[in-house]
Structures are given as structure tokens and as C-alpha cells.
T-cell receptor
């Protein structure tokens, strides 16, 4: 069974550009969550999607957005990139959007903004 | 307010010995899940062990066990017979419902870096 796949693995962008990151969850998983990891702030929750609906959003500016498709694949978009957006972006999928469910993570997309 | 607290930024353990990584949490919910993840230098988060708030027995997964003390709101990870490959960052996390949105949110602690010495 394939794990969570995130693409691309590495990305370098310039300030002001926008970027789209992709996450394909484990087959059968309908819940996808996104996290930003930086040395200074640690792991911070961005969004949670379940059955194409955003069910929860972390404390991030509107430049950060996402969506989930009918096949549960999810994309995350960051517009007007800032240097501080440089981070490891992790996606996690779980079977159901319930508390009693472990989430499995992808390898992440490392975004560098220059 | 800090929801997940890992008080040990770094820990050293001798190979083949056991080590306990501390985690305390704060929630007013009755239903929640507690998790431990391992993050090697490659960056991938590897799920280790899960404990539900209503589980009466401590969770175990191979060399990993979770010492769950609900009244004290602690969920310490115990790694027995440490191996060199256990050297990594370890994160404690809690998943709870967001009553305002109907969704769920997972909150992570700051992590503990474990070094296993040969």
C-alpha cells in the first residue's frame, strides 16, 4: 500500500511568487491535514480537509489556502511568498477525521523563498 | 496557552538502555487522541504509537510504550532497548475536536531530540 506522497520534494521560489504543493493521501483515506514546520515555530497546523470540505484552519494569513479533490488529493497554495514562508510543509492523511485515528505523514516539501 | 509541553529539548541514552521522553498536555475535552511521532534527519514524520483518552490500558507497539496518566495529563513515551537508529527528533501530539468548526486539529509539542550513544 503506497504511503502519503507529496510533490515536489524541494522547491525554490522568489519573494512575491506563488506556489502550489500537492499531497496524495493513502488510498482510502479521506482526511488530509497540512502543517508548516520551521526551526523557530515548530510544527504548526495549517488546514484540515475531509471529503472535499475544509473543516479546520490554523492561524495563518489568507495567503495560505488549500483545497481537496473528489479523489481526496489535496493541494496547498501560498501566494505572494515571503522569506518567512521558507519551511518544511508536511501533509498527513488519516482514514476518518476522528480523534481516534492516527495520521500518516508524507516526506514533506521543503520550500525555500529567496 | 501551551497545549503540549515537552520539557526535554535533548536527551542522551546509552545503546540498549531504556529512555523516557516526557509529554504533558492540556485540554478540557473528554475525547482526544495522543500520538508520538519520530522525525529522522530526512524530515519524514513516522507514526510510533497512539493512546485514546478512553483507553484504560497503556498502548504498546514493539519497543515503544506510552505511559498514560490521565489525571496528571501526561503521556510519556518509553523506548526500551535503545538502538542507534532511534537517534531522531520525537514529537508528542494531541488531536482534539474543534467545537467551533466541527473539525479536528492536531497540536504538536516542540519536540525532544534523542541521541543514542554506542
Amino acid at each position: 500500500k503506497a504511503g502519503v506522497t507529496q510533490t515536489p520534494r524541494y522547491l525554490i521560489k522568489t519573494r512575491g511568487q506563488q506556489v502550489t504543493l500537492s499531497c496524495s493521501p493513502i488510498s482510502g483515506h479521506r482526511s488530509v491535514s497540512w502543517y508548516q514546520q520551521t526551526p523557530g515555530q515548530g510544527l504548526q497546523f495549517l488546514f484540515e480537509y475531509f471529503s472535499e470540505t475544509q473543516r479546520n484552519k490554523g492561524n495563518f494569513p489568507g495567503r495560505f489556502s488549500g483545497r481537496q479533490f473528489s479523489n481526496s488529493r489535496s493541494e496547498m497554495n501560498v501566494s505572494t511568498l515571503e522569506l518567512g514562508d521558507s519551511a518544511l510543509y508536511l501533509c498527513a492523511s488519516s482514514l476518518e477525521g476522528q480523534a481516534y485515528t492516527e495520521a500518516f505523514f508524507g516526506q514533506g516539501t521543503r520550500l525555500t523563498v529567496v | 496557552a501551551q497545549k503540549i509541553t515537552q520539557t526535554q529539548p535533548g536527551m542522551f541514552v546509552q545503546e540498549k538502555e531504556a529512555v523516557t521522553l516526557d509529554c504533558t498536555y492540556d485540554t478540557s475535552d473528554q475525547s482526544y487522541g495522543l500520538f508520538w511521532y519520530k522525525q529522522p534527519s530526512s524530515g519524514e514524520m513516522i507514526f510510533l504509537i497512539y493512546q485514546g483518552s478512553y483507553d484504560e490500558q497503556n498502548a504498546t507497539e514493539g519497543r515503544y510504550s506510552l505511559n498514560f496518566q490521565k489525571a496528571r495529563k501526561s503521556a510519556n513515551l518509553v523506548i526500551s532497548a535503545s538502538q542507534l537508529g532511534d537517534s531522531a527528533m520525537y514529537f508528542c501530539a494531541m488531536r482534539e475536536a474543534d467545537l467551533n468548526t466541527g473539525g479536528f486539529k492536531t497540536i504538536f509539542g516542540a519536540g525532544t531530540r534523542l541521541f543514542v550513544k554506542a
